[in-house]
């Protein structure tokens, strides 16, 4: 069964350094998202992405975020000067209108 | 505007006994509903998911949800938990358009031997 790949599993990282979230989506799909889960609180949505451009954005996602398909293949979330309350699991997801798949996360822990 | 709210943050079953998980949701349009269940550590796996066909919808592992548009409810159950089934439940509602997803605050499952 296709699967949403991401990497790495976990990431820890310091305060004020950028980091970078790789999604690999499943290949046919044209729509990808990225969700994150701060511990113990709901599952938030980030940002949606199709053709090639932000489709939708949450007020979470502000100017320290950016998402990019650099090659056709990968889809990743970057995050500018990271902040200890950026510490989450994030999860990317992709779709074809009613085949809505998630990874298995990212645990981005900042210190 | 779509929402969904889940009405137990914790339930606890004996194993061999029926697991009932309740959500409801608001939604301005036609919706599609899922149930997302994440292991401690582990992504979210979808359990089964509702997009305007059969009211009941039957998903992986056991577990069935009904769809009752009078009610705004997605209920999910199984019939006889198994320990292995202790985790957390999302149940999650999207628009037509699949833009994005909302998620209930979720209800963590407990079985007891």
């Known amino acids: 069964e296709p699967e949403v790949t991401q990497t790495p599993s976990h990431q820890v990282t310091q305060m004020g350094q950028e980091v970078i979230l790789r999604c690999v989506p499943i290949?046919?799909?044209?729509?990808f998202y990225w969700y994150r889960q701060i511990l113990g609180q709901k599952v938030e949505f980030l940002v949606s992405f199709y053709n090639n451009e932000i489709s939708e954005k949450s007020e979470i996602f502000d100017d320290q975020f950016s998402v990019e398909r650099p090659d056709g293949s990968n889809f990743t979330l970057k995050i500018r000067s990271t902040k200890l309350e950026d510490s989450a699991m994030y999860f990317c997801a992709s779709s074809e209108l009613g085949g809505y798949t998630f990874g298995s996360g990212t645990r981005l822990t900042v210190v | 505007a779509q929402s969904v709210t889940q009405l137990d943050s914790h339930v606890s079953v004996s194993e061999g006994t029926p697991v009932l998980l309740r959500c409801n949701y608001s939604s301005s349009y036609s919706p599609s509903l899922f149930w997302y269940v994440q292991h401690p550590n582990k992504g979210l796996q979808l359990l089964l998911k509702y997009t305007s066909a059969a009211t009941l919808v039957k998903g992986i592992n056991g577990f069935e949800a009904e769809f009752k548009k009078s009610e705004t409810s997605f209920h999910l159950t199984k019939p006889s938990a198994h320990m292995s089934d202790a985790a957390e439940y999302f149940c999650?509602?999207?628009?037509?358009?699949?833009?994005?997803?909302?998620f209930g605050s979720g209800t963590k499952l407990n079985v007891k031997p």
């Open positions: 290949s046919n799909h044209l729509y």
């Open positions: 999650v509602v999207t628009p037509y358009n699949f833009n994005k997803f909302y």
